[in-house]
C-alpha cells in the first residue's frame, strides 16, 4: 500500500493563516504547540480550519516543521 499525500492540500496548509483569536494572521505552523494541544483538549472547531489545526499538532509533535517551512519557501503563494 502506497501513500501519496495531497500536495494541493498540504501547499494550503502550509499557507494558512489562523482567521481569528490571538494569533490571527499568524501562520499555522507558527502557531505555538501549547496553542494547539489545548485545541485538542477543548474541541478543533469544524471544517477545513479544525482538520488544519489537528494536522499542524501532528506535525509539531512529530518534528516535521522544516517541511512545511520548505513548502513555505519554495512554493510561495501567489499574492492576490
Known sequence: ME????TKQLLELAHYKM???????????DLP????????QKGFP?????NF????????DNNL???????QKEFPKESA
Not at 55 to 60: C, N, R, V
Not at 65 to 71: D, N, V, W
Open 33 to 40: 504547540l501549547p496553542y494547539l494541544v489545548w485545541f485538542s
Open 46 to 50: 469544524e471544517g477545513k480550519l479544525g
Open 65 to 71: 516543521e522544516p517541511i512545511i517551512r520548505k513548502l
Open 3 to 6: 501513500i501519496r499525500p495531497d
Open 19 to 29: 482567521p481569528y483569536g490571538k494569533y490571527k494572521g499568524r501562520y499555522l505552523v
Open 53 to 60: 489545526l489537528q494536522t499542524m499538532l501532528i506535525i509539531k
